[in-house]
T-cell receptor
Framework: DAKTTQPPSMDCAEGRAANLPCNHS???????VYWYRQIHSQGPQYIIH???NNETNEMASLIITEDRKSSTLILPHATLRDTAVYYC???????????FGTGTRLLVSP | EAQVTQNPRYLITVTGKKLTVTCSQN?????MSWYRQDPGLGLRQIYY???????DKGDVPEGYKVSRKEKRNFPLILESPSPNQTSLYFC????????????FGSGTRLTVV
């Protein structure tokens, strides 16, 4: 799996968009970008994934650069409940293992 | 409700006393996996299973056993627990087809004294 780099922490005001960056410069052509989050010590929660096109679901949007070396997870209107550690994971789809790095700790404040 | 259920949520035990942490999913998922989470080390895979009677080691399998006799259940067995197995454990599952991500359980916090 390709290595990812994320900032250790970010702050966001409630109601504003949270943009979480991830660098994955060694990603290979058939590796996907996945995002999970972990709220406190709960089980990680799948958010979204993509290969090269931008993706959107009810939780978030994923923007992947054209060269696929970086991506951004966007929470369009962050709430206090979005405070969590966000993990960017790059891997082959269907592959068994998730390799979690240290993630980004997002703090959403009133 | 579709979910992965782990039991117990909390467990304190003594060194050497065999224990089992149960994991059950109601989504008919083929793939199941166990992870442990430790401060500074993140989440690491212990074992995984691709279907009934098919299991394989992850990154940190030492001291653990698993079985997959039924599709819905994937218990984690510690035959002789030691203090270095004190950790937060998560079970996860996903379907074999489209990889829309794993569903994780709520976790089991194990303390071995």
């Amino acid at each position: 799996d390709a290595k990812t780099t994320q900032p250790p922490s970010m702050d966001c005001a409630e109601g504003r968009a949270a943009n979480l960056p991830c660098n994955h410069s060694t990603i290979s052509g058939n590796e996907y970008v996945y995002w999970y989050r972990q709220i406190h010590s709960q089980g990680p929660q799948y958010i979204i994934h993509g290969l090269k096109n931008n993706e959107t679901n009810e939780m978030a949007s994923l923007i992947i650069t054209e060269d696929r070396k970086s991506s951004t997870l966007i929470l369009p209107h962050a709430t206090l409940r979005d405070t969590a550690v966000y993990y960017c994971i790059v891997r082959l789809t269907g592959f068994q293992k998730l390799v979690f790095g240290t993630g980004t700790r997002l703090l959403v404040s009133p | 409700e579709a979910q992965v259920t782990q039991n117990p949520r909390y467990l304190i035990t003594v060194t050497g006393k065999k224990l089992t942490v149960t994991c059950s999913q109601n989504m008919n998922h083929e793939y199941m996996s166990w992870y442990r989470q430790d401060p500074g080390l993140g989440l690491r895979q212990i074992y995984y299973s691709m279907n009934v009677e098919v299991t394989d080691k992850g990154d940190v399998p030492e001291g653990y056993k698993v079985s997959r006799k039924e599709k819905r259940n994937f218990p984690l067995i510690l035959e002789s627990p030691s203090p270095n197995q004190t950790s937060l454990y998560f079970c996860a599952s996903r379907p074999q087809g489209q990889d829309y991500g794993y569903t994780f359980g709520s976790g089991t916090r194990l303390t071995v004294v």
